[in-house]
């Protein structure tokens, strides 16, 4: 789903996921059809002296069902920068917090690898929303009870907060409690190991919490079941290829420029499907006097009638904008950019001089053969650079 930038704190872009947009709405209305349940439940437990009457009375269960649930989501934000000012403490850098479905995401450059540090950044969240939690419930104390109407809303979300916290703190990996246990696991086994295990620790209770809102017919929590379930596999996976790729550079995996078979812009649409047909290849760097000037797939080809091939030159349907790699950079930083701008592969460029091209199904190669040496028992030792490529 598109995301939509609202503003910034403390530095970081804070965005709208259009799903949040769809979400809202629909808190509302469910807050605002339980107000009577909620308030006497209030009333049970504390005897806090809400007045239901005045509480359901026309529109003003739907005006407290609006005003609870934008101050849910506010403290959902407050949650994950309470993730992301310990983050920025310990020096890391946070792309973006965004508002979803399914609360907030603050996105890390780059994860910790120290075990100290990813504890610290994973409580600060839950710690937020216990200390939100406790002030609302103590502020709601000392309003008057003439003002029903505020009193419930913040006994309303110091409750949720509470919920929040402890849900959370599910060792449901990617959510909070997921990266205290990689945390605390990271203490004697390795980054990769730790998040095996808590991966696997995830995805058995997505399963559980998957089951559990179906029997209660719980759609909400079905959906975040899924996600958590599909983030910890995600998460598992994209960890154990960056241990895979440990120590291996793009140069290691690379096609150089003596193995690499290029075209020129004035080339015709047609003969460059002719080469990709007989030279098996889907892309080619497009190189003018030397110098590499775009690059060209089968997707860009396609996109020209068959009848016009003849007509339209490589110049016509390439892109110009060029996403590039360094031949001594990590093949695993390499690889996230190529996920970051969508594009199957990048151009090697050192000094701007072309000297290789790097792709997906290269990097592919190369992992498996990496995957397959730590197998057979290579992982302790220092591995030889593979090129997949005969």
């Known amino acids: 789903m598109p995301s939509y930038r609202i503003g910034s704190a403390f530095g970081v872009p804070v965005k709208l996921d259009l799903t949040f947009l769809l979400i809202l709405p629909l808190f509302a209305y469910v807050i605002g059809g339980q107000v009577e349940r909620s308030a006497e ?73 120290d075990w100290r540090r990813e504890f610290a950044i994973a409580i600060a969240g839950p710690v937020v929303s216990v200390l939100l939690g406790i002030g609302a419930t103590l502020l709601a104390a000392s309003i008057p009870v003439g003002q029903g109407e505020l009193r419930f809303v913040l006994l309303y979300l110091g409750v949720l907060n509470l919920a929040l916290a402890g849900f959370n703190m599910l060792p449901a990996f990617p959510m909070d409690g997921g990266r205290i246990l990689r945390a605390l696991l990271g203490r004697t086994r390795s980054f990769a190991d730790a998040t095996e295990i808590s991966a696997n620790v995830g995805k058995g209770v997505a399963v559980l919490m998957g089951l559990f809102g179906l029997v209660q017919f719980n759609p909400i929590l079905v959906g975040i079941a899924f996600f958590v379930y599909i983030g910890a596999a995600s998460e598992a ?13 793009v140069v290691d995996v690379m096609t150089p420029i003596d193995r690499l078979d290029l075209i020129g812009p004035d080339a015709t649409v047609a003969e460059l499907l002719r080469r990709m047909v007989v030279e098996r290849h889907t892309g080619y760097p497009v190189i003018e006097s030397g110098e590499p000037v775009g690059v060209v797939t089968l997707s860009d080809a396609r996109e020209v009638r068959e009848v016009e091939r003849e007509a339209y030159e490589v110049r016509d349907v390439m892109t110009r904008d060029l996403v590039t790699a360094h031949p001594d950079e990590e093949a695993m930083a390499a690889l996230t950019r190529m996920r970051e701008h969508g594009v199957g592969r990048l151009l090697v460029l050192e000094d701007d001089r072309l000297v290789g091209l790097v792709s997906r199904s290269d990097m592919m190669a190369a992992l498996e053969v990496l995957r397959e040496s730590d197998s057979l028992g290579d992982a302790g030792e220092d591995r030889i650079p593979v090129d997949p490529r005969p």
């Open 41 to 113: 439940l209030f009333n049970d437990a504390a005897d806090v002296g809400l007045d239901v009457g005045a509480l359901t009375t026309g529109p003003t269960p739907w005006l407290l069902g609006v005003v609870a649930a934008v101050g849910l989501f506010a403290c959902v934000l407050a949650h994950e920068f309470g993730h992301s000012l310990v983050a920025m403490h310990y020096g890391y850098e946070i792309d973006s917090i965004t508002l979803w479905i399914f609360g907030g995401i603050a996105r890390l450059a780059d994860q910790p690898r």
């Open 237 to 249: 996976q994209q960890v154990a290829t960056s241990a895979a790729f440990e120590g291996v550079r």
